[in-house]
């Protein structure tokens, strides 16, 4: 166990510097010149002369070869040191920690928000197959997924924030402010983890255990929480896992309509700026989510799922 | 003029406290001119279709939300504007202000004198910061010295140019020729500073509202000064909440969480004008949406210099169906760039084009462009075809015009490519290689210089930016245009610059209007003393209050 951890925890490293190494190139790609960029934000007449650039060019590293710059980051993030933002003037690493709490505060809810909500329906749904309750959640989560998140989002602030003016509909400043942004974000996730534990469980309530449990005289109930669920939950705990690390990486759309200060925002803005520094820290730190919940995801099958840890022992 | 005296007059009309007969008879008295006082009026009145003051007293809770676009400020460097730019809280103040018709007044500095290249600049005795200090020429050198160390901005500060002559009385000599400080000097970016101290720092500013708390990405709140040595605001707290989505923006004013909304969308004013307790209030024009042809590019990119297809681009576009197509109907048939104000009676040079297809037919004929069998011209085997790119400031603010010029242009047998850039910086880019015929952009005028705009896309003689190279005529639009900046009076450098841009629009064609813009703004009808100006950076939010 020790040595299948500390393997997955090495490979993270040579992902993560591809990783880096991808993004400094496809930044390279992009259209827009950061000198010309840098020297106009920081010229007093918003516009920068041939000289301005140029300087701007070698105070910002951009003259060196492109392999160089990747090696000087690569020292700089392994000191903890992200660069510091070409328009911003600011660290990128504190840039990020300034708005990493805002970005975790919804994605947290809104990934809670999709296990309190799909767990029930799907199991629910799973158990009266074929009923009335089944065939509405499969239609309202096919429709659920098929609806754009900015499209959902304009209706709830539309139905909670102006028509019934229950609900806030932009900032971070009270508390119930994130009601409307999670319940946007997790709604994608709530239709498909609904539809697939309702599969998965259909697939698991039909197994001989299932059988033999109910045989004991076992409530439903009973039989559902404490047999079926666990055992239905694994792909579903895989989706939950790929879904908080698009969460945690921050989300542009929703983070955008419902003005949420956090790292989808800065995302956003760090692009339009031509932001390297800030881009590539963001693009680091997202990996290494979704590289370590991947990670966590698998090692929470052993506990799960005893065939898991059978196998490997 | 009594400046402090006809401000004090403009907030007790603005506050309902005095009506506008009584108002016109004060301002006479204290020396204001007939065309002066109209001007005033407008200011109030802003625009037919903004709200009119009203005799209403202000209520008790005096907390304002302000719904602002995108967080832009730097927050740390020379470029630093906490509070200042591009979203204005009021703190601080320049030497000179920039009324909403493009004049200038007198503000920190009671008045000026223009000694060849330098101005000498007199300042109020009486201005405070908020910290209790008095303002003194230390601190203007201070400030201009800072602009100097970034660079000097267009008006061209170096080190040396701001000397002290007494406590209250410095010169000010730009490095090199340029007669258009005064005018320049009226954005936010020139604000003065305590000396020793940087934008954001609490209590630092001379004006009428204190820096209270900011919050990057989310808000910025100011508090009510005290001690402000002009009318003291009725509001007593205003928080400028960032919400970049405009849509968001103006949902969260209909749902009660904002009080007034900065451009609100297009297609929601029809809805807001029609709810009981809103209301729209639009601001001069000061704003333009347009496009520069191309008259200097390498193939492909080089139709633009044939004179047949401008003179075709021009004549082909239907300015007031755009207006009241794309634009809702909220916007302005003018003739260039600039807003009508600042050229006074010599925008009246600048003759434009009239909507004309079959003029643009003949004069592509004429040229030997014949209509192919897809309704596309060819001349010599070449198709008529040309890019437009769109990106600035971004290409959703431009939405609808590309194709609005695709389909006109198509009716004449020009087909039009469109290129749409993602922000702004992947524009330039597209600029900076020339890569395109046609550039679309919407843009604003936010100083008082009527060569400002003109220098930095069609002047040959500037040494920053990629625009003339691509779309600046020269001969005599340069001709004017230096004469403009070197031209000794306001009105001097109108002229030279509506020369200009008769000689860019009328004779060279390639400058393509398609219309100016007013800045739409929302507001709960419980608010008042709201003045929209056409230069959103110079907007003065503290005469805004709360009548319930």
């Known amino acids: ?313 | 003029m009594g400046e402090s005296a006809i401000d004090a007059l403009v907030t007790e009309l603005i506050h309902g406290r005095i009506t506008r007969r009584q108002f016109v008879g004060r301002a006479v008295a204290l020396g204001v001119s007939a065309s002066g006082v109209a001007v005033l009026l407008d200011a109030c009145g802003a625009a037919s279709s903004s709200p009119t003051p009203t005799a209403v007293a202000p209520a008790a809770n005096q907390t304002i939300t302000i719904g602002q676009a995108l967080d832009n400020y730097v927050a740390t460097g020379l470029k630093s504007y906490i509070g200042a730019y591009p979203v204005n809280a009021n703190i601080y103040e320049q030497l000179v202000r920039l009324n909403p018709d493009y004049s200038v007044s007198p503000w920190l500095a009671k008045s000026w004198t223009q000694n060849g290249n330098t101005v000498r600049f007199q300042l109020r005795s009486d201005v405070k910061f908020q910290d209790g200090s008095p303002l003194t020429a230390t601190d203007v050198k201070y400030t201009f010295d800072r602009v100097a160390q970034g660079g000097g901005g267009l008006p061209m500060l170096g080190p040396n140019s701001t000397v002290i002559v007494d406590q209250y009385t410095l010169d000010v000599t730009p490095t090199a020729t340029n007669y258009r400080l005064v005018e320049q000097i009226v954005h936010p970016e020139y604000a003065i500073l305590k000396s020793g101290t940087v934008f954001g720092d609490p209590k630092n500013g001379t004006g009428p509202m204190i820096f209270g708390e900011y919050v990057k990405g989310d808000h910025i709140t100011v508090t009510r000064n005290p001690g402000y040595w002009g009318p003291k605001p009725t509001a007593t707290t205003i928080t400028h909440k960032f919400i970049p989505d405009a849509t968001s923006r103006t949902l969260a004013l209909q749902g009660g969480q904002l009080d007034l909304a900065v451009d609100v969308a297009r297609s929601a004013v029809a809805g807001l004008r029609s709810t009981p307790s809103l209301k729209v209030a639009t601001a001069p024009v000061g704003q333009y949406q347009a496009f520069y042809i191309n008259i200097h590019g390498t193939a492909p990119h080089d139709l633009g210099q044939d004179p047949a297809i401008r003179q075709a681009i021009e004549t082909a576009i239907d300015r007031k169906g755009y207006i009241n197509t794309v634009l809702a109907g909220l916007g302005e048939e003018v003739q260039t760039f600039l807003p009508p104000s600042i050229l006074g009676s010599y925008a009246s040079l600048v003759k434009g084009f009239s909507y004309d297809v079959s003029g643009a037919k003949s004069a592509l004929d004429t040229a030997g462009w014949s209509v192919g069998s897809d309704g596309i011209r060819t001349k010599g085997g070449r198709r008529l075809s040309l890019t437009m790119v769109n990106g600035f400031p971004d290409a959703p603010t431009n939405q609808g015009a590309p194709e609005f010029v695709q389909a006109q242009l198509k009716a004449v047998g020009i087909d039009l490519q469109i290129t749409t850039a993602p922000d702004s910086a992947s524009y330039t880019s597209y600029l900076t290689q020339g890569a395109g015929d046609l550039f679309l952009e919407t843009g604003n005028q936010n100083d008082g210089n009527a060569a400002f705009l003109p220098t930095i896309i069609f002047y040959r003689g500037q040494t920053f930016g990629n625009y003339p190279k691509y779309f600046g005529p020269g001969g005599a639009v340069d001709t004017d245009i230096a004469a403009a900046l070197s031209a000794p009076s306001d009105s001097a450098a109108a002229q030279n610059v509506a020369m200009a841009m008769h000689e860019v629009v009328d004779n060279s064609k390639v400058f393509v209007q398609l219309a100016g813009l007013s800045r739409i703004y929302g507001l709960h009808s419980d608010i008042a003393g709201f003045v929209p100006h056409a230069s959103n950076v110079n907007q003065n939010w503290a005469t805004v209050y709360r009548t319930k």
Request: glycine share 10%; charged share 15%; proline share 4%.
């Open chain 1, 1 to 313: 166990m020790r040595g299948y951890v500390l393997r997955r925890l090495l490979l993270i490293i040579p992902t993560l510097l591809l990783l880096v190494l991808g993004t400094q190139f496809l930044a390279t790609l992009a259209p827009g010149d950061p000198a010309e960029n840098y020297a106009r934000l920081h010229s007093t007449s918003g516009v920068a002369t041939p000289a301005q650039i140029a300087h701007a060019r070698v105070l910002l590293g951009l003259n060196r070869p492109f392999f160089v710059r990747y090696v000087a980051w690569i020292a700089g993030a392994v000191h903890g040191d992200l660069g510091v933002s070409f328009t911003r003037n600011t660290h990128v690493a504190a840039e990020i920690g300034s708005r990493l709490g805002a970005t975790l505060e919804l994605a947290l809810t809104a990934l809670g928000l999709t296990i309190i909500v799909a767990t029930p329906l799907g199991a629910f749904a799973a158990m009266r197959h074929g009923s009335w309750f089944d065939h509405t959640l499969r239609a309202g989560s096919l429709l659920l997924a098929s609806i754009p998140g900015f499209f959902l989002a304009y209706v709830l602030i539309e139905v909670f924030g102006t028509q019934l003016n229950l609900l806030p509909v932009a900032g971070r400043e009270e508390a119930s402010s994130i009601v409307l942004p999670a319940v946007a974000l997790s709604a994608g996730g709530i239709a498909t983890a609904s539809r697939l534990l309702r599969a998965s469980m259909l697939e698991v309530l039909g197994e001989d255990y299932i059988r033999t449990a109910r045989g004991k005289g076992l409530s439903s109930v009973r039989v559902v929480a404490r047999h079926a669920l666990p055992n239905a939950a694994l792909p579903v705990i895989t989706v939950l896992g790929t879904l908080l690390g698009y969460l945690l990486a921050g989300s542009v759309v929703i983070e955008t309509v419902f003005a949420w200060p956090g790292v989808g925002q800065l995302l956003a803005e760090a692009v339009a700026e031509r932001d390297y520094p800030t881009i590539q820290g963001l693009v680091v730190i997202a990996g290494a989510f979704f590289l370590i919940i991947n990670l966590l995801v698998d090692l929470s099958y052993r506990f799960l799922d005893p065939r898991v840890r059978l196998a490997k022992q």
